[in-house]
């Protein structure tokens, strides 16, 4: 896989953690008084989310710089 291409999947997995991520918080926020430890399961899921989220950052801003140095940006 070039690193383009390594660069569009991170993008497209980024995109769509961050939309999932959101509807996750919004759903929690939605919720109301209900069963607490269901919330507290769904905000930790989220935060977990957000690691993921960090760790994908992180690989794209390497494979940029990878683009940058093979001359492709």
């Known amino acids: 896989m070039s690193t383009k ?7 497209e997995d980024l995109a769509r953690l961050k939309a999932e ?9 939605d919720m109301g008084a209900t069963d607490q430890v269901e ?3 769904m905000i930790s899921q989220a935060d ?5 989220i960090a760790q994908l950052e992180g690989r794209r ?7 940058e140095s093979e001359g492709g940006a």
């Open 39 to 41: 919330i507290s399961a």
């Open 61 to 67: 801003d390497s494979l940029l710089k990878r683009l």
């Open 48 to 52: 977990e989310q957000e690691e993921l």
């Open 21 to 29: 991520n959101q509807d996750l918080r919004n759903q929690t926020r």
């Open 5 to 11: 291409d390594d660069l569009r999947q991170v993008e």
